[in-house]
C-alpha cells in the first residue's frame, strides 16, 4: 500500500483539507457531551428553559458545522480516490502494454483483467476511507478518552481497558485475514477465467451441448471462491460482537460505579457526568466499529496492492534499444542462426533453426499442428525472444532495434484474426497514423476486400463491433491483411491468413501481392503450366507465408518444412517433393499421385 500512495502526490489539497475537516468534525462531536452535561446539571437541575434553549442551539450549531464539515470531506474524498483509480488503471495498462508474450503467458489476461479492476476498485476505496475515516476514527477513540479523563480520572481507566482488549482482538483477526484475502483474489483470478472463456467460446459450448459441463466448471471455481469468502467473513465477522461485549461491559461499569461516584460525591460526579461519560463510551464504541472496517477495507486493499505491485515489479524480458542499428543494405531481409526457443514449462517449440531469406524473396512455412509455424514468425516480430542463437533483421539483430522501429518494418497478419471496436478506418490506421484513404482502399483492394467494403454504410468510417463480430471469417482474414499492407512495410508476414478464404479468393489475394510491388521474375521465366499463378512475393517487399496449403506457398523462392521444432526441409517446391518426405506426404494429402508426378515433371508447377 505505501508503494502506492505516490499516487496521492496530485492531490495534496485533498489528502489536507479532506482529514482537517474530519478532524474539525470530530472535534465538534466531542464537545457535544460537554453540552449535554451542562444542560442536565444546570438547566434541567434548575428548571432554566432559557439555559436548556440556549444550549440546545449551541448543539444544532455544532451538528450543522460537523455536517458542513463532513460534505467537504466527502468530496475531497471522492475526487481524490477516483483520481488515483483512475491514474493507476492507465498506469497499470501502460505497464501492461510494455510486457512480452511470456510474461502475459505467466500471469494470463483473467488475472490482468481482475487486477486492473476489481484489485483497483479496492485500492480506490482504501484511498477514500483514508481520507474519510483514517484521521476521525482514531481521534474520536482518543479524544474521547482524554476527555471521559477529564471527567472522572477513575472512570477513565474503563475506557482503557476496553481500547486494549480491543485492540488485543483485531491484531490477531487482521493478520489471519489478509491471507485469505489474497487467496480469495486469486480464486476471482479463476472465476474471470472461466467466465471469459465461455463468453468468447460460447459458439463452441452450444455446438457441442456442453452447457451443463461449463455450468458445473463455473461452480466450482465459484464455490473455491465462496469458501475463502466465508472463512474470512467469519473470522472478520467476530470484530463486531467482540467490540459491542468490551463496550457494553464498559457501558454497565460506568453507570454502576458512576451511580456510587454520584452518591458519595467522589471526584465531583454528577449525574450530567455519568451521561456525558456514556456518550464518550458511545463515540468510542462507534468509532471502534469503524476502525474494525478499516481493518478489513484495507486488508483487502493491501491484498490487491500486492497483486497491483507485483505487475508493477515485472520486468519485460522483451526490451527494444533506444537507437537505431546500423542496417546493411546488401544483408538478406530476414537471418535465423542456430535458433532455439521453447515456452514456460514446454520442450523446444524450435530446435537449431537456420535460414536466411532475401529481400524481395518470399518465404513458406508448412508443417503440421504445433509444428513450430507460428512460433517462427512470433520469433521474427520479436513478441518473444529467442532462448539461444540469433535472429537479424536487414543484418542487424533484433535485439538491436527500437521497438516501434521493428514493428514499422514488419507487417504481420496474425493466425486468429481479429477487429477493434471503432471504425474501419480506425481499424486500417493501426500501423502508421498518416495513412491516406487511396492507400487503405489500394490496401482493400489487394486484400480482395474492396468487394464488400464498397458495399458497406459509410465507407470507411462504418462501425466495426468489438472482435469484428459484424463481420464473416473470411472477410476479418482480409481485412487484417489489408491493415498489415496499409502501412507499406518492407516484410510482410502472413500467418495462415487465408485459411478462412476459398481457393479462387486466395489465388486472386497471391496474384495481388505479387502485382503490387511489381513482378519479380518475368513470366518467361515462370513455370508454362500455371503462369498466373505467380510466385506471392510482393516485389521489393519480402514476404512470409504460413500456411497449411502446399497451393499457397508453392511458388514461394524458398519453403521451411517445420516437424516438432525442427526444420526438416528447406527448398523449392520441386525440390522438397524429391527429397524431403514430410513435404511429399503433405502435398499427397492435397494432390492426387498424377497431380504429383506432374509437378515434379515441370519443375513444381500445377
Known sequence: ???????????????????????????????????????????????????ILKHGLILVLLAALGLSCALVCQYMASVASQGVGTALRR?????????????????????????????????QTAVAML??????????????????????????????????FIIGVMVPIMKATVKLFKKQQTSLDGVSRITRENLTGVRVVRAFSRQ????????????????????????????NPLIFVAVNAAYLLIVYFGAGFVQNGTDGMTQGSVIALINYMTQISLALVVVANLVTIFTKAAASAARINEIFDMEPSVKGAETSPKQDPNAPAVEFNNVEFSYIGGENALEKLSFSLKRGETLGIIGGTGSGKSTLV?????????????????????????????????????????????????????????????????????????????????????????????????????????RALAGSPEIVILDDSSSALDYATDAKLRKALRELGGDRMSRSQRPKARQDAAPPSVGGVTAVIVS???????????????????AVGIGTHAELLKNCEVYHEICATQYSEEELREQEREGGAI
Not at 14 to 32: D, M, R, S, Y
Not at 92 to 117: F, M
Not at 145 to 162: D, E, H, K, N, Y
Open 1 to 51: 500500500m505505501f508503494r502506492l500512495a505516490r499516487y496521492l502526490k496530485d492531490f495534496k489539497l485533498n489528502v489536507t483539507v479532506g482529514p482537517l475537516c474530519k478532524f474539525t468534525e470530530a472535534v465538534f462531536e466531542l464537545i457535544v457531551p460537554l453540552v449535554m452535561k451542562k444542560i442536565i446539571d444546570v438547566g434541567i437541575a434548575r428548571g432554566d428553559n432559557d439555559y
Open 91 to 123: 498506469d497499470l495498462y501502460a505497464r501492461i502494454n510494455t510486457l512480452s508474450y511470456k510474461e502475459l503467458d505467466k500471469i494470463g489476461t483473467p488475472a490482468l483483467v481482475t487486477r486492473i479492476s476489481n484489485d483497483v476498485n479496492q485500492v
Open 131 to 164: 481520507i474519510r475515516l483514517v484521521v476521525r476514527a482514531p481521534f474520536l477513540v482518543i479524544g474521547a478518552t482524554v476527555m471521559s479523563f477529564t471527567i472522572s480520572p477513575r472512570l477513565s481507566l474503563i475506557f482503557f481497558g476496553a481500547m486494549i
Open 212 to 239: 451443463g459441463h461449463e455450468v458445473d466448471r463455473f461452480e466450482e471455481t465459484a464455490e473455491e471462491y465462496r469458501k475463502f469468502a466465508v472463512k474470512a467473513g467469519r473470522i472478520n465477522a467476530l470484530l
Open 378 to 482: 512470433n520469433l521474427i516480430c520479436r513478441f518473444y525472444d529467442c532462448d539461444s542463437g540469433e535472429i537479424k533483421i536487414n543484418g542487424a539483430n533484433v535485439r538491436d532495434y527500437p521497438t516501434e522501429e521493428l514493428r514499422k518494418i514488419i507487417g504481420i497478419v496474425p493466425q486468429k484474426a481479429e477487429l477493434l471496436s471503432g471504425t474501419l478506418r480506425q481499424n486500417m490506421t493501426l500501423g502508421k497514423e498518416n495513412i491516406s484513404d487511396e492507400q487503405i482502399q489500394k490496401a482493400l483492394e489487394v486484400a480482395q476486400a474492396k468487394e464488400f467494403t464498397d458495399n458497406l454504410e459509410g465507407g470507411l468510417d462504418f462501425r466495426v463491433l468489438q472482435g469484428g463480430k459484424n463481420f464473416s471469417g473470411g472477410q476479418k482474414q482480409r481485412l487484417t491483411i489489408a
Open 548 to 566: 497449411q496449403r502446399a497451393n499457397s506457398i508453392m511458388h514461394a523462392d524458398k519453403i521451411i518444412v517445420l516437424d516438432d521444432g525442427r
